[in-house]
């Protein structure tokens, strides 16, 4: 007991101070349970077995990112950005990329755009997945559905690497385009990953889908109302789950999204089965986007050669970028003030915004589940605490 | 959006409340709205509720640090030199002082129009440093006004539960200031053995001074 902060002592309600059977257990969750995603802890206070508070504790990941990259040119912390949401790597950098570009007005080439576009929908694939898999694994089906979608994962984690030379850390994107160009045969490669994936998702629902445990699980799990998900800027599934039709894809239309034929799933419960469907449905819809993005990727230059990414020194102002990112809103606010390095530079972090939910949706629910509903908000701690 | 517009519908909407249009230099164009602190949470509320704007969503909340700056220029003056009128160049100092600042950037999934950026800034940087929380209104600054306070040291007055949030509990700086000094060791403690340490240097010195 002794291991708890001094700030959760105040968590116990003042009637509790009886002894005996109707007594509250305040317990620690974490911060090395297997199932806590890394190292995050809950205060929780519990009636029985049931959650009657829950406090989120952060910080023990925090390097201060923020504070790194204000020190250190723009160009230095793009592979900086991989290490926020280690799963999604290429979609931090196009996050940090698009924030840099409205900040100093930079038109990238119409070929970096599709492979913008390739690369985030494939990241958005394998995060997806794993999700899922780590989902079933936190509901107690140890192993083979989590094995099933690491398998899939790997064969995107392997394009990754022949396109960036890295599986998880690409450092792939530059503002003004991208590092490198596609190497010989990845295309073809890729449409066969993108052609095979289905299979592997009507196994996975073949699986999972009629599961009488993982229906019962889910389902009125963790419910997450309209108004609060508004309320309390919660983005990407969670907040579609609960049926608001808000993608960032679809709203900003950055990057070159507009040309793409494709849908926004939502749910209609906000229950956890209804963000495990609507990430499911958006693996599906990924899918489009690329296929057609394979089909009508032009060749050309890859890099704005007007930009110099070395001694880079934009103009004084400022500018906030965001993109929809495999977890929610990722966005970056850059202040500039015509030095080498930005003068302020901020993540906004979709994990730990969705956090603010986290007490709201457990409530009243039991252990097991409170780790269910904390597995699908699907957070990465790399990028909660930076 | 019109920030033009914005503004005189809130000077309508909220007598008596101070409102300055801050330009933005950059491509973005993203111009932001210094907002008084006495009025900010009705502002705030008004942002939300009014049919037209319904800013419901409110993305990102951050601070910035703006330390003392020192502009100098140089300029001509006349003056009298040994009896002689001459122009002499002299350098005149203007001192701007330094301040803290929240900004905050306003969505409206509703509408799906954006963004808005407000500002906030408090008195100064030292000794008055509070800002009207605006966590009532929109929930999502909840985590990120805490951060605010933890890394910037600004006061939210009305949030449910400022603590520090990333750095521990009996930290006492905030480290994303400018002007932050880190400490050679973060984590350092006293223990017995610098107590001895320091009792020894004491006798050395007492036997170098006989």
Redesign the interface.
Known sequence: MEMIAPAAQELIPNNAAATGDDALLEISLGPHHPSTHGVFRMDVVLDGERVVKLKPVFGYLHRNHEKIAEGASYLASMPYTDRLDYIGSLTNNWAYALAVEKLAGIQIPERAEYIRVITAELTRLQNHASTIGFLTQEMGASGSPLMYSFREREKILDLFESLTGSRMMCNYMRFGGCRVDLPAGWLDQTRKVVADFPGFLDEFERLLEGNEILLARTQGVGVLSRELAIQAGVTGPILRASGVNYDIRKVDRYGIYDRFDFRVPLGEHGDVYDRYMVRMLEMRESLKILEQALRDIPSGPIMDTKTKIRGFRPKAGEAYGRIESPKGELGFFLISDGSPNPYRYRVRPPSLINLTVLEDMCLGSNVSDTIVIFGTIDIVLGEVDR | MNLEKIKSDIEAAVPGCRLQIIL?????G?HSLLLGREHAVEIARFLRDDPELRL?????V?G?DWLDSETSEKVKVKKLVDGVEQEVEEVRKTRTPGYLEA?Y?LYS?EK?HG?L?LRLRPENRTDHVTLPSLTPV???????EREIFD?YGIIFEGHPDL?R?????EFEDH??RKDYVEPNDYEYEPTPHDAVLEKSKQARAIEGQR
């Open positions: 933005n230099g950059s491509p973005s993203q419901d969503y409110c993305s990102n951050t910035v900004v950037h999934m799906k963004p950026v929109w929930r999502s600054a909840e985590f990120q890394l603590r949030i990333l750095m521990w509990d480290p994303m």
